[in-house]
Nanobody, 123 residues
Framework: QVQLLESGGGLVQAGGSLRLSCPAP????????MGWFPQAPGKEREVVAI????????EYADSVKGRFTISRDNAKNTVSLQMNSLKAEDTAIYYC????????????????WGQGTQVTVSS
C-alpha cells in the first residue's frame, strides 16, 4: 500500500515562494520515480515535475521551468517541490504521485495519489 501525504501549501502573493513536501512510506522508495501534478479549478490534472528514482534526472513542464525545482531525499523517503516566482496561474491543488512500476518516469504510469494540498497565488 502506497501512502502519500502532501504538506506545505498555502496562500502567497505573486512572486513569492512555497515548498511542498510529500513523504512516501510503504515501499522501496528509491526504486520509484515521483512527481507533482497540479489540478486547477475546471481543468485536467497535469504533470509539472517528475524526478527519477535516484534523483539524477528531472523533467519539467515548460510553464514551470526555471521557477520550480523537484528534489528527493531517499534516506527520508520524501519528495519536495520548491516553487519560486509564483504566478496567479499556478493556483491549483497540488498532488504528489507515484507510479505502479519501478524505473519508469512515464506520467501515464502514475497511479498512486496523495490527498492534495491547496496552493493559492494572489495577484
Amino acid at each position: 500500500q502506497v501512502q502519500l501525504l502532501e504538506s506545505g501549501g498555502g496562500l502567497v502573493q505573486a512572486g513569492g515562494s512555497l515548498r511542498l513536501s510529500c513523504p512516501a512510506p510503504g515501499r522501496t522508495f528509491n526504486n520509484y520515480a515521483m512527481g507533482w501534478f497540479p489540478q486547477a479549478p475546471g481543468k485536467e490534472r497535469e504533470v509539472v515535475a517528475i524526478i527519477s528514482w535516484l534523483g539524477g534526472r528531472t523533467e519539467y513542464a515548460d510553464s514551470v521551468k526555471g521557477r520550480f525545482t523537484i528534489s528527493r531525499d531517499n534516506a527520508k523517503n520524501t519528495v519536495s517541490l520548491q516553487m519560486n516566482s509564483l504566478k496567479a496561474e499556478d493556483t491549483a491543488i497540488y498532488y504528489c504521485a507515484a507510479p505502479e512500476n519501478i524505473y519508469t518516469m512515464n506520467p501515464a504510469g502514475f497511479v498512486y495519489w496523495g490527498q492534495g494540498t491547496q496552493v493559492t497565488v494572489s495577484s
